[in-house]
């Protein structure tokens, strides 16, 4: 699979190709790009997905406080699992956003030669989205490429989107994130050096340093699996504040308590999948109580990822 950071200078001899922020690749992404590849390796095409960073809605100040389900190398790394040949992030910025439709399908057209542009229900592009449906398909009849439009994957009756997975994780339902995924959801960090907390309570826990950017499970206690190195341990996982203590952190952190390690890992990198609530964020009012509490964690934790693949 091939990455590149811009659109410019590409120059590929023809291809199927696919547009959107894809973030999350989530089960809808996954139904709209299985049709991309199976189309593409059909008739001897590349899979090409065009995607962008920043995403359009922060640049353009329509997403307030948005965070990215995945970063956009991990993304990177999901469509290449998916069979997906070349995936470009091109740079979105305001000079992107004034092109109409018309001068960024000409771009493609020149740098990537597509021949069948696989979109999903609700697509459009170019300045102030006039670039839907139908007048896809009228630049499509002007440039020769066909158009593939993907039917919404639902799920339970509803649409499956980014928005979804989000709402999911805002309220701890990492369960539900999961189902519209189609796998845990997963951060991804180096581990750095703490106040050394939970060590003094009988807990070391491994301090993950996550992308500011990133979206956070609501603040709370969850089961995890963490995979270090290789190597993969249960673990239950704090997400937040700390409240039980005085000077807080501005922004939530997430702690990670390995179940039966005992090592060093610092400067390591930690993935964590987020597998189940275990309850939410409490202050307690005497270290003792919390220290009860984290006893009875772990106890919830290690039973619950027992029954858990």
């Known amino acids: 699979m091939q990455h590149y950071w811009s659109l410019q200078n590409l120059d590929l001899r023809g291809s199927w190709l696919t547009i959107g922020s894809f973030d999350g690749v989530h089960l809808g992404h996954q139904a709209l790009l299985g049709e991309l590849v199976r189309g593409a390796h059909a008739e001897g095409w590349a899979a090409v997905v065009l995607t962008f960073h920043p995403h359009p809605g922060v640049v353009l100040n329509k997403?307030?406080?948005?965070?990215?389900?995945?970063?956009?190398?991990?993304?990177?790394?999901?469509?290449?699992?998916?069979?997906?040949?070349?995936v470009i992030t091109h740079p979105f910025n305001l000079e992107v956003a004034k092109d109409s439709a018309r001068d960024f399908i000409q771009k493609?057209?020149?740098n990537l030669q597509v021949k069948q542009l696989c979109i999903g229900h609700d697509f459009a592009l170019g300045r102030g989205?006039?670039?839907?449906?139908?007048?896809?398909?009228?630049?499509?009849?002007?440039?020769?490429?066909?158009?593939?439009?993907?039917?919404?994957?639902?799920?339970?009756?509803?649409?499956?989107?980014?928005?979804?997975?989000?709402?999911?994780?805002?309220?701890?339902?990492?369960?539900?994130?999961?189902?519209?995924?189609?796998?845990?959801?997963?951060?991804?960090?180096?581990?750095?050096?703490?106040?050394?907390?939970?060590?003094?309570l009988g807990f070391p826990t491994a301090n993950m340093d996550v992308w500011s950017e990133r979206a956070l499970p609501k603040p709370g206690v969850y089961a995890c699996r963490a995979v270090i190195e290789g190597s993969i341990y249960n673990a239950v996982t704090n997400v937040g504040f700390r409240p039980t203590f005085d000077n807080q952190p501005l922004n939530p952190g997430v702690e990670a308590y390995l179940l039966d390690f005992d090592g060093d890992l610092y400067r390591k990198t930690m993935q964590l999948s987020f597998i189940h609530h275990l309850r939410d964020e409490v202050r307690y009012h005497t270290i003792q109580a919390l220290i009860d509490q984290m006893h009875l964690d772990v106890q919830v934790g290690r039973q619950y990822l027992a029954g858990v693949k």
């Open 63 to 86: 997403r307030k406080g948005f965070t990215y389900l995945n970063s956009p190398e991990g993304k990177v790394g999901l469509l290449a699992g998916l069979g997906v040949d070349v």
């Open 129 to 200: 989205r006039a670039g839907d449906l139908p007048a896809l398909a009228e630049l499509g009849k002007e440039f020769g490429f066909g158009i593939d439009e993907v039917e919404a994957f639902k799920l339970d009756g509803e649409v499956v989107s980014s928005s979804r997975v989000r709402q999911a994780l805002s309220a701890g339902e990492v369960e539900l994130a999961q189902q519209l995924m189609g796998r845990p959801y997963k951060l991804i960090g180096e581990v750095v050096h703490g106040d050394s907390r939970g060590k003094s």
């Open 108 to 110: 493609l057209v020149q």
